[in-house]
């Protein structure tokens, strides 16, 4: 999937001249840069810098993807300042997220919000997906950010980035080194999250399709309690994987290797579709800009970042 982050990758890698300028315009790291940049060349098969150059030089195919990058980025950047037109717009938006995505993004997105509709009023919901989706349904919310789990044709779905998972546990919990089958840490005790959680849906069906029936569980449906209590040796947890990196880094957490490993997490922004609008689709829009599940309890633009957990 071509995303607008990707592009953006593209384009000031060429307009800056390297990766490394790239990454401090977009406020990134290099290897991130990088990273979008490759991703864009798998989703297409190609290579679109000729690395046998020193210089960041792209390859012929590179030259029109870059046209094409600067073109779609000019109509996004239009488009949103058509449809965000704050002198028109003047309302409340009731907006659903997971504890996750309020944990990593959300403040971006407000700030994204209040940016280019500074009459708009945001109202947050922080619940489990199953109970956002509920909510979205009984008209209490008008969008909702949870995982890519439910399939209602009446509830339009637009991707708006994904993460993925792996079991973790206190250094010392199972043996270091060693590489599992997903059997047998079925096993041991798993702290799972509930049948609410759009995470722990997925999770749980994922295990269920290949034949695994954990046989001692305790579900845990906060994330914060979950770390906390995967951290304090209670059981392993199947968790997000950027954003604890710190707490692995600094011995609190340890991976572990499984077989198969646990699938990638879409993110989806949902609406009714009756009840579509311009404000609402350039919510979808901001939500795909900022979605970042890499960091968690990050200070918003307004302020310096710190990374709490490290």
């Not at 870059?66 to 037109?85: P, S, T």
């Not at 717009?89 to 509709?117: K, P, S």
């Not at 349904?137 to 708006?160: G, M």
């Not at 759009?198 to 029936?213: E, I, P």
Request: include cysteine.
């Amino acid at each position: 999937m071509m995303t607008f982050k990707q592009l953006e990758a593209l384009y000031w890698v060429v307009q800056l001249g390297g990766f490394s300028q790239a990454a401090h315009k977009l406020h990134t790291s290099t290897s991130a840069v990088s990273k979008r940049v490759q991703e864009l060349e798998g989703s297409f098969d190609l290579e679109l810098f000729d690395r046998s150059q020193r210089t960041a030089r792209l390859t012929e195919k590179g030259e029109e993807m870059f046209v094409l990058a600067k073109k779609l980025l000019e109509h996004r950047d239009a488009a949103i300042d058509q449809i965000g037109k704050s002198e028109v717009i003047e309302r409340r938006v009731r907006i659903g997220v997971t504890e996750f995505t309020a944990m990593t993004w959300l403040h971006r997105l407000v700030d994204a919000i209040q940016r280019y509709y500074p009459k708009v009023t945001i109202e947050p919901d922080v619940d489990a997906s199953g109970n956002l989706k509920e909510k979205l349904l009984a008209d209490e919310l008008d969008l909702v950010l949870v995982p890519d789990v439910f399939a209602e044709a009446h509830l339009p779905s637009h991707v708006v980035g994904e993460f993925s998972s792996v079991w973790m546990c206190k250094p010392g919990f199972v043996e270091p080194g060693k590489a599992f089958r997903l059997h047998e840490l079925a096993s041991r005790r798993l702290l799972l999250q509930g049948s609410r959680s759009g995470a722990g849906m997925a999770h749980n069906s994922w295990m269920k399709s290949l034949g695994v029936q954990p046989s001692n569980v305790i579900i845990v449906n906060n994330l914060v309690a979950m770390i906390g209590l995967t951290a304090s040796g209670l059981g392993i947890g199947c968790m997000p994987e950027k954003c604890l990196a710190p707490m692995v880094a600094n011995g609190s957490l340890m991976v572990i290797p499984c077989t198969p490993t646990p699938p990638m997490m879409k993110y989806v922004a949902m609406y009714k579709g009756d009840q579509r609008s311009t404000l609402i689709s350039s919510i979808v829009m901001l939500s795909q800009e900022c979605c970042d599940f890499s960091r968690m309890f990050e200070i918003s633009s307004r302020g310096h970042s710190v990374d709490a957990l490290g």
